[in-house]
C-alpha cells in the first residue's frame, strides 16, 4: 500500500497536523487527497526524489557548465589563430 506525503498548500496556514506535512497511506483506488482530513485547507503532495538521483542531475548541470566554458575557449583559441 503507497504512503505518500502531503502538506499544507504554501498559501495556506494550515493546522498542527497538516503545516510541517504528514505521511497518508492511500489505497491506489482512493481518490487523490486534496484536502487536510483535519482542518480542511487545501494540501499538496510532495514528490520526494531520492537522493542519488538528484545528485547525478546536479553532476550532469556541473559537466555541462565544464563543457560550456571549454567550447567557450576553445572558440577563443580559434579567433586567435585567424586574426
Ligand atoms: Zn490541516
Not at 553532476?59 to 563543457?67: M, Q, T, V, Y
Request: charged share 30%.
Amino acid at each position: 500500500m503507497p504512503v505518500y506525503d502531503y502538506r499544507v498548500h504554501p498559501e495556506h496556514e494550515g493546522c498542527a497536523f497538516c503545516k510541517d506535512g504528514f505521511e497518508m497511506m492511500r489505497l491506489l483506488a482512493d481518490p487523490p487527497l486534496e484536502y487536510c482530513p483535519e482542518c480542511h485547507a487545501p494540501i499538496i503532495k510532495i514528490i520526494t526524489a531520492p537522493a542519488l538521483g538528484r545528485s547525478k542531475s546536479m553532476l550532469d548541470d556541473r559537466a555541462k557548465a565544464a563543457g560550456f566554458h571549454k567550447l567557450t575557449r576553445v572558440d577563443q583559441g580559434a579567433f586567435e589563430k585567424l586574426y
